[in-house]
């Protein structure tokens, strides 16, 4: 399975950019943080500005909270990310980031 990903995984993009990460939190106002980082994964990008906090898993980073928001196991609340509105297919510690890119974490309640 890790060569098949190896072989089609998307590429990164080295050196500076400035990507928007959107927070929502339902019946909240959104916050947007505009990041400046060298990092070429969006865990690193989100890691450097403070902006998440988690466990490292077998799959990488679990992100459990975010601008000091903690998700609520026992409410079965979880952090979604997104990229332009669409699902993101990869963990936060293998979606390559470029220079313009929008994602959203969204808190997200029930599995």
């Given amino acids: 399975m890790s060569l098949v990903y190896n ?4 590429g990164t993009s080295k050196g500076s950019k400035e990507i928007v990460v959107e927070v929502v939190i339902p019946e909240e106002e959104s916050k947007e943080f505009t990041l400046h980082t060298d990092a070429e994964f969006l865990s690193q990008a989100l890691e450097e500005a403070s902006l998440v906090k988690g466990s490292v898993e077998d799959y990488g980073l679990f992100i459990t909270e975010v ?3 903690v998700a609520d196991e026992a409410k079965q609340e979880w952090w979604c990310i997104t990229k332009g ?5 990869t963990g936060v510690d293998l979606t390559p980031i470029a220079d313009g890119d929008h994602y959203e974490i969204t808190l997200t309640v029930g599995y």
Avoid: A, I, L, T
């Fill in 67 to 69: 601008n000091g928001r």
């Fill in 85 to 89: 509105g669409e699902d993101v297919y």
């Fill in 7 to 10: 072989q089609f995984k998307p």
